[in-house]
């Protein structure tokens, strides 16, 4: 894994930092990483995307696969991100996934009508 710190406690947000480009190159790699602490049995898990300058369409799938991945091991995924957020808005993940402006709003878990 490349940075991700596994649960120390049981429901305790793990937060896995994705690469400053999220490309073909980057995605699988990104998305491994996810999986890990999904596997590690973490409950909410934070893509943090937030030194993400770039999101092409495998890095949008992969954010979308690791949703689905999630969900199938009754976690919850969580996003980080203001950079990237137009590229969900037009690929319509933003109301897929939960999206946060920052990284302490997504360790918070703020409801929508909360989040900055």
Request: charged share 15%.
């Amino acid at each position: 894994m490349s940075g991700a710190r596994l649960p120390v406690a049981h429901g305790e947000p793990v937060t896995v930092p994705l690469p400053g480009e999220l490309d073909i190159a980057t995605a699988p790699g990104a998305g491994l990483d996810l999986a890990a602490v999904l596997w590690a049995g973490a409950c909410v898990v934070i893509a943090d995307l937030t030194r993400t300058t770039f999101c092409d369409g495998s890095g949008a799938t992969m954010l979308a696969s690791a949703h689905r991945a999630a969900i199938a091991a009754g976690a919850e995924l969580r996003i980080a991100s203001r950079p990237v957020r137009n590229v969900l808005w037009l690929t319509r993940l933003d109301v897929l996934l939960s999206v946060y402006p920052t990284l302490a709003a997504a360790r918070a878990g703020l409801p929508p009508s909360m989040r900055p």
